[in-house]
């Protein structure tokens, strides 16, 4: 069966918005989550049949770790609004290198709309947790709330590199200086020749790149009860 | 790619220079090497995105890794000028380049007691003078318009014991204006796919790779002539 055919048959109906349905791969948590025993070489090109099972077990994996709804999406599918940023830039009390990030001479949105596959998931937010922007977050729960979405958004991205998908790429929620360098007097990363202190758990938010999650969130048809608090979703694109 | 006025070689001169040079890298400490058609380049937008999210410690350390450099778009033109290409590796040993926190050691720049920095350094070097060796050749034979392409950052290779890359500082003197030239990443070229495209097998070696888990790591030159 090749994949157009198993497309129209509808066997990946159960990695659509509209739900999922698979078998579960154990309580993976994301600090055990593995780099595979033997990594297997690159493919000049993706099998889009092996790209569908992958994003449909990365959905999953994302869901075992504690994200309420996890949906392969497209690049068709991301909503961009190229005012975010520039709100984003006014809520300067902690400039990081993520908040909001600037890319000078490359274009996010060409780079986005090259993908084929993604992963778009949220968390529950702590009841009457607000929304808090930039931050600082005061709240060590609401900050870890933060850190849980960092920490199966980054997984997911490691995920997809060892499976492949080397050009994997995640967003998240909120700035990352206020949910992992809230002590720090600077952003480090913000110094030339300075990496990120916090490379495998950081990535910039959705809003702050200019991707309207919360449109985003809307179109999926999930509960919009989720929506009386701050919306903690986020989003990799695997390949 | 430099500016010339001579008349370039004829196309059927031009490959078998081509294969003069690919022989010259495989001499000088390629583990292989392959002419290619610069139309099978793969210059991919999000290639630079994975040097800045997140930030890699070698991202706005010199003046090709992104923000700065070449963008997608410039990559692309330089491509499109070019006829043809040799693209080489240099084979690195699982233990050196998946050793246990070879990143850490990488990014405070200190020598480590297994020696794996050096050891690491030596590799990207080799691919900085080879990129450097066929340019020259290719120009000695007539072939004037080449653009080079590395691994890595310049900065960490050529300039490790100096604090800061000039240019970044504002001088328009590069350290090493001949030895100097952008990464295959950093200017946006999938080297991953080309390495397939052309059947070599390469690995995603990330920081929590262990030695066993890769055969070997790889790192790649590309030298482009128009």
Same mark, same amino acid.
């Given at each position: 069966?090749?994949?157009?055919?198993?497309?129209?048959?509808?066997?990946?109906?159960?990695?659509?918005?509209?739900?999922?349905? !698979?078998?579960?791969?154990?309580?993976?948590?994301?600090?055990?989550?593995?780099?595979?025993?033997?990594?297997?070489?690159?493919? %000049?090109?993706?099998?889009?049949?092996?790209?569908?099972?992958?994003?449909?077990?990365?959905?999953?994996?994302? !869901?075992?770790?504690?994200?309420?709804?996890?949906?392969?999406?497209?690049?068709?599918?991301?909503?961009?609004?190229?005012?975010?940023?520039?709100?984003?830039?006014?809520?300067?009390? *902690?400039?990081?290198?993520?908040?909001?990030?600037?890319?000078?001479?490359?274009?996010?949105?060409? %780079?986005?709309?090259?993908?084929?596959?993604?992963?778009?998931?949220?968390?529950?937010?702590?009841?009457?947790?607000?929304?808090?922007?930039?931050?600082?977050?005061? @709240?060590?729960?609401? !900050?870890?709330?933060?850190?849980?979405?960092?920490?199966?958004?980054?997984?997911?991205?490691?995920?997809?590199?060892?499976?492949?998908?080397? *050009?994997?790429?995640?967003?998240? %929620?909120?700035?990352?200086?206020?949910?992992?360098?809230?002590?720090?007097? !600077?952003?480090?990363?913000?110094?030339?020749?300075?990496?990120?202190?916090?490379?495998?758990?950081?990535?910039?938010?959705?809003?702050?790149?200019?991707? @309207?999650? *919360?449109?985003?969130?809307?179109?999926?048809?999930?509960?919009?009860?989720?929506?009386?608090?701050?919306?903690?979703?986020?989003?990799?694109?695997?390949? | 790619?430099?500016?010339?006025?001579?008349?370039?070689?004829?196309?059927?001169?031009?490959?078998?220079?081509?294969?003069?040079?690919?022989?010259?890298?495989?001499?000088?400490?390629?583990?292989?090497?392959?002419?290619?058609?610069?139309?099978?380049?793969?210059?991919?937008?999000?290639?630079?995105?994975?040097?800045?999210?997140?930030?890699?410690?070698?991202?706005?350390?010199?003046?090709?890794?992104?923000?700065?450099?070449?963008?997608?778009?410039?990559?692309?033109?330089?491509?499109?000028?070019?006829?043809?290409?040799?693209?080489?590796?240099?084979?690195?040993?699982?233990?050196?380049?998946?050793?246990?926190?070879?990143?850490?050691?990488?990014?405070?720049?200190?020598?480590?007691?297994?020696?794996?920095?050096?050891?690491?350094?030596?590799?990207?070097?080799?691919?900085?003078?080879?990129?450097?060796?066929?340019?020259?050749?290719?120009?000695?034979?007539?072939?004037?318009?080449?653009?080079?392409?590395?691994?890595?950052?310049?900065?960490?290779?050529?300039?490790?014991?100096?604090?800061?890359?000039?240019?970044?500082?504002?001088?328009?003197?590069?350290?090493?204006?001949?030895?100097?030239?952008?990464?295959?990443?950093?200017?946006?070229?999938?080297?991953?796919?080309?390495?397939?495209?052309?059947?070599?097998?390469?690995?995603?070696?990330?920081?929590?790779?262990?030695?066993?888990?890769?055969?070997?790591?790889?790192?790649?030159?590309?030298?482009?002539?128009?």
């Amino acid at each position: 069966m090749d994949f157009y055919e198993a497309l129209k048959n509808g066997i990946f109906t159960q990695y659509t918005l509209s739900g999922f349905n !698979r078998q579960g791969l154990g309580n993976m948590k994301p600090e055990t989550f593995p780099v595979p025993e033997e990594i297997v070489p690159v493919s %000049a090109e993706t099998d889009p049949l092996v790209l569908e099972n992958n994003v449909g077990r990365l959905a999953e994996n994302a !869901r075992e770790m504690g994200a309420a709804k996890a949906a392969v999406i497209s690049p068709e599918d991301i909503v961009f609004d190229e005012s975010l940023p520039e709100t984003m830039r006014a809520d300067d009390a *902690l400039p990081s290198i993520h908040w909001p990030p600037e890319y000078p001479l490359d274009n996010l949105k060409d %780079a986005l709309m090259s993908f084929r596959r993604g992963i778009f998931l949220y968390i529950r937010a702590e009841p009457g947790m607000p929304d808090y922007g930039g931050g600082p977050i005061d @709240d060590p729960v609401h !900050r870890d709330c933060y850190r849980k979405l960092h920490e199966i958004v980054t997984a997911i991205e490691s995920r997809s590199f060892y499976m492949g998908h080397y *050009l994997a790429m995640g967003f998240a %929620a909120g700035n990352c200086r206020s949910i992992f360098c809230a002590d720090a007097d !600077r952003c480090i990363a913000m110094t030339r020749s300075k990496p990120c202190k916090e490379p495998y758990k950081s990535r910039p938010s959705m809003a702050a790149a200019g991707m @309207d999650a *919360l449109q985003m969130f809307r179109n999926a048809g999930w509960p919009p009860d989720v929506l009386k608090g701050p919306l903690l979703a986020g989003m990799v694109m695997v390949a | 790619m430099g500016k010339d006025t001579e008349i370039p070689p004829a196309p059927r001169e031009m490959e078998a220079e081509m294969e003069s040079l690919r022989s010259m890298a495989i001499t000088h400490g390629a583990s292989n090497a392959q002419v290619i058609d610069a139309d099978i380049i793969p210059v991919d937008p999000r290639v630079r995105f994975k040097c800045m999210i997140p930030k890699c410690y070698m991202s706005g350390r010199c003046g090709h890794c992104p923000p700065y450099g070449y963008s997608a778009e410039k990559t692309r033109e330089i491509v499109s000028a070019g006829k043809m290409g040799v693209f080489f590796h240099v084979r690195v040993n699982s233990s050196i380049i998946a050793a246990k926190n070879i990143g850490d050691v990488i990014t405070s720049g200190r020598a480590d007691d297994a020696g794996n920095l050096l050891s690491l350094g030596g590799h990207y070097m080799l691919i900085y003078t080879l990129v450097h060796m066929l340019r020259k050749k290719a120009a000695e034979k007539g072939i004037k318009r080449t653009q080079g392409f590395a691994a890595g950052c310049c900065k960490d290779v050529l300039c490790f014991l100096s604090k800061n890359c000039r240019i970044l500082n504002g001088s328009d003197q590069c350290r090493n204006p001949e030895m100097s030239v952008p990464s295959l990443e950093s200017a946006g070229i999938d080297a991953f796919r080309l390495a397939s495209r052309v059947g070599w097998s390469v690995y995603p070696i990330g920081g929590r790779c262990e030695p066993h888990s890769v055969k070997r790591g790889m790192l790649m030159g590309l030298v482009l002539a128009g």
